[in-house]
């Protein structure tokens, strides 16, 4: 699957675009159930942490968001999702570049009736141990993600717009909209909502500064998918303050995030993930 250059301006101009389906249903079922296992604690492997982000524990009653960071250690499923020859070669297009690499995986998974909303924000900023902002994140669906059960809202041309603060937008007390601070808003330019609802098996990509936030899940259905954040192979090392994939990193300040952990996905063509465990994560994380 390749990206027309009308779909690559798109992008470039909105800063989010939905590409269609990367998955058929039944290979987005087979994620969405090896995902339900490293939810649980039962998957080979173990993930960089499973938490609720809104600070309860995960079987809370309300205001649920199950966070998983590098879901690939935990399960070669997702391992293998990392090297999608597809999804690879339209980020690599998107970014403008021959080399990618995995800065980390991320599920936010919203239970049925319990899943709480994620705040505004961007992401970049709270990744600051890497340089420059030029990342891209391939969020796909592995259920239908829908205005009912908690989809991601967009800004349309906010990754122009540089970083606000520490990346946190804040939510009005209608828990819906934006509550930026003004000053960052460029004249002439308006916060306007896009409410993004991508399929089982749809992947959507935005840009690591594009405003986004998703309201509560009350329905019956939950929102299970998986986002990989993408980075070039010209990002760097550039630590300002901690983050979690910090104990990972084994380059100096100022050199190409390379290793282990950051695995390369991409080099001028695709490349196949390691045949066995042993080549990639070890199993106690």
Known sequence: MSLTQAQIEEFRAAGFLNVGRVYSDEEADTLRDRLMTVIAGTSRGKAETVRNIAGEDLEAERDVVIQVVNTWQADDGFRVHLYHPEICRMACDLIGTDVLRVWHDQIQYKPPRRGGATDWHQDHPYWPIIQPADLVSAWVALDDATVENGCMRMVPRSHHWGPHKGGTIGTNEDGFTPDPDRSFI???????????????????????????????NPSENGRPAIAVHYMPGWTRYDPARSHIMERRVDVEPGELLTGHYFPTVWDHGPVEPPAHWSEGASRDG
């Open 186 to 216: 460029p004249d002439g330019e308006n916060v306007e909502i896009v409410p993004c609802e991508v399929k089982k098996g749809e992947c959507m990509f935005h840009h690591c500064l594009t405003w986004h936030g998703s309201p509560p």
